[in-house]
């Protein structure tokens, strides 16, 4: 079974910083896409960024774009999300996701607010 463990969430200032890991347990990433979605009280999950398998290509959602970066350690089968001047509409829960052809797991979900 595919298991994905988010950190790194918590609470921050407007205009802070956050880093988010997403570490896969049992298997490695190394040939899967990830990604980060989050899901806000009330709204529909939303795909923040991604990035492909070689680790060469990526892409955000226009609110992000500029403040957020998502990067992955194939060697530590760990995806990152740094995340830099957090609004207040960035508050949400932030879930990890990886893709491959044969297989797709979520993460639980790490809450994150700027407030």
């Known amino acids: 079974q595919l298991q994905l463990v988010e950190s790194g969430g918590g609470l921050v200032q407007p205009g802070g910083s956050l880093r988010l890991s997403c570490a896969a347990s049992?298997?490695?990433?190394?040939?899967?896409?990830v990604g980060w979605f989050r899901q806000a009280p009330g709204k529909e999950r939303e795909k923040v960024s991604c990035?492909?398998?070689?680790?060469?290509?990526?892409e955000s959602a226009d609110s992000v774009k500029g403040r957020f970066t998502i990067s992955r350690d194939d060697a530590k089968s760990t995806v990152y999300l740094q995340m830099n001047s957090l609004k207040p509409e960035d508050t949400a829960v932030y879930y990890c996701?990886?893709?491959?052809?044969?297989?797709?797991?979520w993460g639980q979900g790490t809450q994150v607010t700027a407030s």
């Open positions: 996701w990886c893709s491959a052809s044969y297989s797709s797991s």
């Open positions: 049992g298997f490695s990433l190394r040939y899967y896409a």
């Open positions: 990035i492909n398998s070689h680790g060469d290509s990526t």
